[in-house]
């Protein structure tokens, strides 16, 4: 069984920037297709990013384009999610997930989910 532990989060005001990590363990990382999502208050859980197992290929919520960066150590068993430019918007807890199957997690269907990092952006 593989364990999802999110960090990094926090209270940041708007314009600046955050740095997300989830460590996995439990089984093979480097194996997984990893993402991130998040949910607002009284909103949907929604796709941030996603990348797959060598890091070769992501993708990104037309939110976050050009302001958010996935990335993968598979030395580390860590996927973060670098955050810039941040908006109040960008207020929600951010979860981390992980599928062997790329477009499951693209699709919010992984198998694995972490417990969540909050992250507030103050305006």
């Known amino acids: 069984q593989v364990q999802l532990v999110e960090s990094g989060g926090g209270l940041v005001q708007a314009g600046g920037s955050l740095r997300l990590s989830c460590a996995a363990s439990g089984r093979t990382f480097s194996s997984y297709a990893m993402g991130w999502f998040r949910q607002a208050p009284g909103k949907e859980r929604e796709f941030v990013a996603a990348?797959?197992?060598?890091?070769?290929?992501?993708d990104y919520a037309d939110s976050v384009k050009g302001r958010f960066t996935i990335s993968r150590d598979n030395a580390k068993n860590t996927v973060y999610l670098a955050m810039n430019s941040l908006k109040p918007e960008d207020t929600a807890d951010y979860y981390c997930?992980?599928?062997?199957?790329?477009?499951?997690?693209?699709?919010?269907?992984?198998?694995?989910w972490g417990q969540g990092t909050q992250v507030t952006v103050s305006s």
């Open positions: 990348i797959n197992w060598s890091g070769g290929r992501t």
């Open positions: 997930a992980e599928d062997f199957n790329y477009f499951k997690v693209v699709a919010g269907d992984s198998g694995s």
